[in-house]
């Protein structure tokens, strides 16, 4: 395939616009989570470089939640560009319509959003996997641990001289089963074993019943129920594991496998993992969205306009496809349908914006 020159120029320069537009978008994000990670430190003594360091771990996921925004601004300022400079008419006496402009506009996004879906994300879950690890440093429970792996759920406590290990098989809701707690101290001696059929999570006060207790020298005592405090409760330990975007495709997938072994609801994830693959068309969207608005609303020549417009438009946007993801995870709607509806309604506003696209 030979790439004609006149659509080597529309990609040069739509790419131009958008990494300008992302770096001035990283820019604000940083600035932005710079102040928070500041306001974060005000109660700790650390060096001066954590919030900076916290700051640049954090940015890129940020800029990621951004791009559908800074897709539709690209395609705007591209257009303005294009139209200062006469280039629009210059193309269309060429016989380059507004359709083929906006043909290698759509496949440029898809092609950009794919590689960010694919390197950017991979990249940007990773920092944010650094910043959690970093921050829970100097969170006031970061003697707690709790992960979700193929062989169930486990917990790490700290109180005091005493270390609980407590292992779960099943974990749903309120409820966890199969559970072995191993008591010790920081010396890892004189250890107990508590084994429960079940218990109920739903406060931190945890009742675990039909319990055997096995003391360091092999004794067994048996119990109906009886009663362990814990730092976690059923809730807490479900936003343990909400923090999806320091997970990586890959990883989504494995997590979504140890949830399904232990009971645990795969809703979120599942979720998390259809907006990532629902990026590049809804980049594209954005794009289809951002061209078709300034060729039917010729007013719009400034880029403060520019900027005034599509923040409003992405707004819109946003809560629809929020609200749209909120009956999914409540199950009112389909997971699938709950996050490709907003872009099927959005497809259907462009498709009927670009009939007789040409005559603008």
Known sequence: MIIKKYQKYIVSTYFYHFIIVSVIFLSLGFILNFFEELKFFDNHEVDAYYPFLLALLNTPTVLFELFPFIFLITTKFFYIYLNDKNEIEILKNNGINYFKILSILSAASILIGIIILVFYYTFSSSLKSHYYNLKNNFSDQNEYLAVVNETGLWIKEEFDETINIIHAKKFKDNLIEKITITQTDTRFKMPNTIVAESADISTKLWTLKNVKIINSKGEN???????????????????????LNSLNLYQLYELSENYTKIGYSTTNVMIHLNKLYSMPIFFLLMTILGFLIMIKFKFIKTKFFTIVIGVFISVMVYYINYFSSIFGENETLPIGLSIWLPHIILLLICSLSMVRINEY
């Open 221 to 243: 005592n048996k119990f109906s129920n009886i009663q362990y405090q814990s730092s976690f409760d059923g809730e807490i330990i479900a936003n343990l594991f909400s923090n």
